[in-house]
């Protein structure tokens, strides 16, 4: 429900006068978000616990008080005729839960996933439901499960749902638009509300109330059982609404009762003097939240065969608002909220405008004053000094710049005649690779050498710095003779050999000096095309990883650079590629007590999100990698992963911008098909390939493998888990090499999940940004760590989603 706004003076005369009152938000009948909620079909009732750390949903049902798995907070709930559904704190995830009349259980599904388009004004009917974006106000509604309206066009300041129906109040103008399965009595409400500019909206079984900009109570639909026929005493003094199928009830401002009318056998006599902060109706009964103690009582025909019976619910107090990371500066926070969010948030007021006569006149404005002259003067005394000083400056400055333009003449440092790699990026046309028939690259140019742009440094000391210069000097990179890296490796014998890179061929290797480094030598052959390619890539993982410093990316050591030679010396990842942990079987066993764990798999690939992330957003200026996949991701001594591989990478032309290099490169599988197909690049085809490397972790297939249930046909990693993670199957395709997930992991897996789907879709614009992934990630790895179990419980919370 959204605050009332103010009247503004479109009529000059009047003037009025606005009383605040400390109210919260609604909570409006059958179809409208609140704390608490009604599944009127099964008469369940459902409401967000309060002081609790994390604002959790109990129900009651049949006797019975039944928590709500995953044990996550919850900032508001609706109740349908058999479903109930509740958007997480936040308002990146919606969920929804199913009732089986014949049993007490409940069955769980993930309707919407999305961590940069949130949502709000939750309404649950009867067979829809719908929900608002935040900010934009753009309604999406799903039909029996399924997405089938969106009004792109239409912005909405609040939402509400009946019997096959829901109604909204437009940003702007603030009029009555309703839509649904039942056209006719969408059509009645919203006729009978045309030309009404109304501030709030409830919808009932086949009618809907709201309250007018001037506060007046205001009721359309079907009146068969006189549901429309409000008091006339109180029709300028309710604050929430509840409406059901025959009846509506209403909260009174004056002192917080509720007033009821329509169906003849719908009596209030039983709490007619209890205060009440909110109340949700069922088809034919009401629950409210008391003001005294927060507790919750129900009455009405539909809980008992005694029409005038109260009951009282077995629950906790519940919140009387949602807990908001806000200072609640409009109207005030709620009394008590520190208390009942438990120091995690605030309940906020809900401020409310009413018009009170006489209306009088506004009185006229002051005239204006008479244009203030200003007559220019002489900069004062002081001033005058200052500028003086500066021109002194400023001629220091300009024999300093002389002096350093005779120093680079003189030295030659202007011609290029040094060999430093530095912090200054050269341009890159183009990054072109072979990877033993799996990395492509569709081209037919490249650009020529860029060596006479990195010059050799005059100075044996600067050239030659041991012992550390990279740690020391991370702009520069150490330069080495051939002759040293074939001792660091044996003469670069097969058996020290450990990989393929973009280039050519890995080996480990031992420096004079004792240092352990992996040593990456370009492949040698005669042809021209061959060496071109090969320089290509040796300059651009050069050039990129002398400037680049961060714990998740593989540090450049030194590199050589001896007439057809081009090698590229690295710390050494000790405990090798993701890609081997999780596909080669002669390494099955080894690490596996290590990454065969859901917690370790988060952390992977939390660590390779930040690599990234930091080339989109922290490097200058920003790369894109080209090619991520797990064998460029690796691990070290301690476990902790790092983007390797830079010789596809390319500068990043913004993020407003695309980039269309000659011919698109990367690696069959982990390519994003936007950039393969239409040839245009972002730094969402990176996304794209971290999307894969998640799907991987979760479900230990390869990027293309042969699926065996389809006669050994090729599959992709993406075609395999999409379709599961999208229908809530997520089970079914997890590696059983790393067992269920844990009742504190099961959440974090989930997470995971959702968040690869939306990182492998196939428009860019669709995907999320690395920031947003990150946050994902390290929310995942915090569930991971949560003792107290705070999130959804294994297998059943995954399947039965």
């Not at 606005?18 to 009604?38: E, I, N, W, Y």
């Not at 509506?248 to 709490?271: A, P």
């Not at 400023?394 to 202007?414: K, M, P, Q």
Request: proline share 5%; hydrophobic share 35%; with cysteine.
């Amino acid at each position: 429900m959204t605050r009332l706004p103010l009247l503004t003076a479109a009529i000059p005369v009047l003037s009025f006068i606005a009383v605040v009152f400390p109210l919260l938000p609604a909570t409006l009948a059958l179809g409208s978000a609140s704390t608490l909620a009604v599944s009127y079909g099964s008469a369940t009732v459902c409401g967000i616990v309060a002081e609790q750390p994390t604002q959790r949903i109990l129900c009651f049902r049949r006797g019975q008080t039944i928590f709500i798995d995953p044990n996550i907070s919850f900032s508001v709930i609706s109740g349908g005729r058999d479903t109930f559904c509740g958007i997480r704190a936040g308002g990146y995830t919606l969920l929804c839960w199913d009732f089986d009349q014949n049993t007490a259980a409940f069955s769980r599904r993930r309707l919407y996933f999305n961590s940069t388009v949130l949502l709000e004004n939750l309404a649950v009917g009867a067979d829809q439901i719908c929900a608002t974006v935040v900010g934009a106000g753009n309604a999406t509604c799903w039909r029996d499960g399924n997405n089938s309206i969106g009004f792109s066009s239409l912005q909405f300041d609040s939402i509400s749902s009946g019997f096959g129906f829901s109604c909204g109040i437009l940003k702007g103008n603030q009029s009555v638009r309703c839509w649904g399965r039942n056209s006719s009595i969408a059509a009645l409400i919203e006729n009978g509300f045309r030309n009404i500019s109304m501030s709030t909206i409830v919808a009932g079984g086949f009618h809907a109330c709201g309250l007018n900009i001037s506060g007046g109570l205001v009721c359309r639909g079907n009146n068969d059982f006189g549901q429309l026929d409000f008091p006339s005493n109180s029709s300028r003094g309710f604050s929430e609404l509840a409406l059901g199928e025959r009846h509506s009830c209403g909260i009174l401002l004056s002192n917080r009762s509720v007033v009821c009318w329509g169906s003849s056998d719908f009596s209030v006599d039983s709490i007619r003097e209890t205060s009440f902060e909110l109340i949700s109706s069922g088809s034919d009964f009401v629950c409210g939240l008391t003001t005294s103690n927060f507790s919750v009582l129900c009455w009405g025909p539909g809980w008992s065969n005694d029409s005038s019976g109260l009951f009282s619910l077995p629950l906790p107090k519940i919140l009387p608002g949602p807990c908001v990371q806000s200072s609640c500066r409009d109207c005030g926070v709620y009394p008590l909220s520190q208390t009942l969010c438990s120091d995690s948030g605030n309940v906020c007021n809900r401020c409310l405008v009413t018009v009170s006569p006489p209306f009088l006149p506004i009185p006229p404005p002051p005239p204006s004053p008479p244009p203030m002259v200003v007559t220019p003067s002489p900069p004062p005394a002081a001033l005058r000094k200052g500028l003086l000083a500066f021109a002194i400056v400023g001629s220091v400055g300009a024999v300093a710049g002389i002096c350093t333009v005779v120093y680079c003449l003189w030295t030659g440092v202007c011609f290029g005649h040094k060999k430093i790699h530095n912090s200054v990026q050269p341009t890159i046309t183009r990054a072109a690779s072979s990877n033993g028939g799996t990395t492509t690259s569709n081209t037919n140019n490249s650009p020529p050498s860029r060596s006479s742009t990195i010059r050799r440094q005059g100075s044996r000391i600067m050239r030659r710095q041991r012992s550390g210069t990279s740690s020391k000097h991370a702009d520069r990179a150490e330069e080495f003779s051939l002759a040293e890296l074939a001792l660091a490796t044996n003469d670069f014998s097969h058996e020290n050999k450990i990989g393929e890179g973009s280039f050519g061929i890995v080996y480990r290797g031992k420096l004079s000096d004792g240092r352990e480094v992996a040593i990456k030598r370009g492949e040698t052959g005669p042809k021209t095309k061959k060496f071109q390619e090969k320089e290509s890539a040796f300059d651009s993982e050069l050039a990129f990883l002398s400037r680049l410093n961060h714990k998740h990316l593989v540090r450049l050591v030194g590199y050589c650079e001896e007439k057809d030679e081009r090698l590229l010396v690295y710390e050494y990842m000790k405990n090798g590629a993701l890609y081997n942990h999780l596909h080669d079987k002669t390494n099955s066993e080894k690490g596996s007590s290590v990454v065969n764990s859901w917690k370790m798999r988060i952390k992977i690939a939390l660590d390779a999100a930040r690599g990234i992330e930091y080339l989109h957003n922290y490097a200058v200026p920003p790369i894109i990698h080209r090619d991520i996949k797990s064998s460029n991701i690796l691990l070290d001594s301690n476990w902790t992963a790092r983007v390797s591989d830079f010789g596809l990478s390319l500068m990043s032309p913004g993020s407003d911008l695309d980039y269309r290099p000659m011919k698109a490169a990367g690696t069959v599988g982990y390519i994003d098909p936007e950039y393969y197909g239409l040839n245009v690049l972002t730094a969402k085809s990176d996304v794209y390939g971290l999307g894969v490397v998640l799907l991987e972790l979760l479900t230990g297939k390869r990027a293309i493998f042969k699926d065996d249930e389809q006669g050994g046909t090729l599959v992709s990693v993406v075609d395999f888990a999409v379709p599961a993670i999208t229908i809530g199957e997520l089970g079914k395709i997890l590696d059983p090499r790393v067992g269920p997930p844990q009742m504190n992991e099961a959440e974090a897996v989930e997470l995971v999940a959702y968040t690869a789907m939306h990182c492998v879709r196939l428009e860019g614009k669709d995907r999320p940004t690395m920031i947003d992934i990150v946050v994902n990630l390290e929310r995942a790895l915090n569930l991971c760590d949560d003792s107290h179990g705070n999130s959804s419980s294994g297998g059943i919370s995954i399947v039965s989603e």
